[in-house]
């Protein structure tokens, strides 16, 4: 039996981070991992689709040349060379975190652990030990009980970040964030594509009147969005063509594809743990926790996509950074519930904080101004003007939250976030002097609204 401080079972974001990090502070760790270190974020998630998001730009770039006086631009798309890229990318990645994990106080362990009681745990029929145990394994692909979700050319996002081909025709259910940055990426890259979606708007969680307005950008780009649609059954017809059949509005309707993508969510990755010998609570969300990322057994703590909290990596990390602290008995002032999310669309989605639906559904008295990126010269030497900003403040100015679409969003969030870490007030923010002409100047605009 091999014993250590902390057993890590997950080496993605947050089990590798974490595991660094308490190396360092002079803890053994052992760590274990079913499959390749950097988990869904760097292997099948992430990033590897933020690699195709790069070449899905550089096209968008080049079919809008005669804009910027470049006329008679011809060029082929090497797909081949776009997945070699990919994996390039992805493979130079993994490989810096197995140099990380290299730490002398890490033993990293190969193989799926399952509990044998609430300190240890088998993998491949070895025992492993320790005072404090993490849970950082992550989510799987959640599926629905529709027939025909399991038919050849019926893909998940992974399977999707390894076809071979663009597919003429693309069909995606589920408009999240995984449905809307592949129909993106797959619209740049030629296919014809159509999503279908449960839900009264795209990007559920999102502010309504990003979600709308986005839905409208991305409409203009030949995406064609189906909402409030419930898929019935998908089915595969003698040539090839796949059937996505759905109901609207009370009428069938039927939409045809070469490759359906399923990109309904994922679901909290546990099956093979073996959760009951040691003790711990679980429900169909993932596994409870408190603020400490503490389970309802004291020292076995649970982070990121498997207790279902908020499924992003680096909110992962921070919750691993959290879990940590408290086993080295160490205050933090990471604030859990001030955590930034991006959508790597284009044009891009940011969001932080609360949203108009979540201030009205919980009582909470609010102001909203808009900005928009028409206005800003930044955006208009770009050729970037489809955007807005939303920012909510209570009444005494506190900002509550920001809603972004439009270029470079994802990076525009995070001067928000740090503003809303510290407490300040849109006055705060109307002081702090911003380069021009920046991009960043349009979410200060929105301040200067109040």
Known sequence: MTTSDILIIGAGP??????????????????????????????EGCIPTKAFCRNAALLDDLKEASTYGIEGCTYTFDFQKVRERKNQVVEALRSGVETLLKHKNILKVEGRASFRDAHTVEVNGELYTAEHVIIATGSVTKYLPIEGLHLPGVLTSKEMLDIDHVPQRL?????????????????????????????????????????????????????????????????????????????VKGAMKACEADTVLLAV??????????????????????????ENMQTNVPHIYAIG??????????????????????????????????????????????????????????????????????????????????????????????????????????DLIQEVCALMNRNATVQDFKSIIHAHPTLGEVVQAAAHEF
Request: with cysteine; glycine share 10%.
């Open 305 to 410: 996509d498997v207790n279902g909290r908020c499924m992003l990596a680096h909110a992962a990390t921070f919750q691993g950074m959290r879990a940590l602290h408290h086993i080295l008995g160490e205050a933090d002032a990471i604030r859990l519930d001030i955590v930034p999310a991006a959508v790597f669309t284009s044009p891009e989605a940011a969001m932080v904080g609360l949203t108009e639906e979540q201030c009205k559904a919980q009582g909470i008295a609010y102001v909203a101004k808009k900005s928009f990126f028409r206005a800003n010269g930044k955006a208009v030497s770009m050729n970037e003007t489809d955007g807005m900003c939303k920012l909510l403040a209570d009444n005494e100015g506190h900002i509550l939250g920001c809603h972004l679409f439009g270029a470079h969003a994802a």
């Open 171 to 247: 069909c995606i259910i589920g408009a999240g964030v995984i449905g809307m940055e592949f129909a993106s990426i797959f619209n740049s890259f030629g296919s014809q594509v159509t999503v279908v979606e449960f839900m009264k708007e795209i990007l559920p969680n999102f502010d309504t009147d990003i979600a709308k307005r986005l839905k409208q950008a991305l409409s203009k780009r030949g995406i064609e969005i189906i909402n409030q649609a419930g898929v019935k059954a998908v089915e595969r017809r003698d040539d090839g063509t796949l059937v996505v059949n759905y109901e």
């Open 14 to 43: 947050g089990g590798y981070d974490t595991a660094v990090y308490a190396a360092k502070q002079g803890k053994t760790v052992t760590i274990v991992e079913a499959a390749r270190v950097g988990g869904t974020c760097l292997n």
């Open 265 to 290: 969510g994922r679901a909290a990755n546990v099956d093979s743990l073996n959760l009951a010998d040691a003790g711990i609570e679980f429900t169909p969300k993932g596994i409870p926790v408190n």
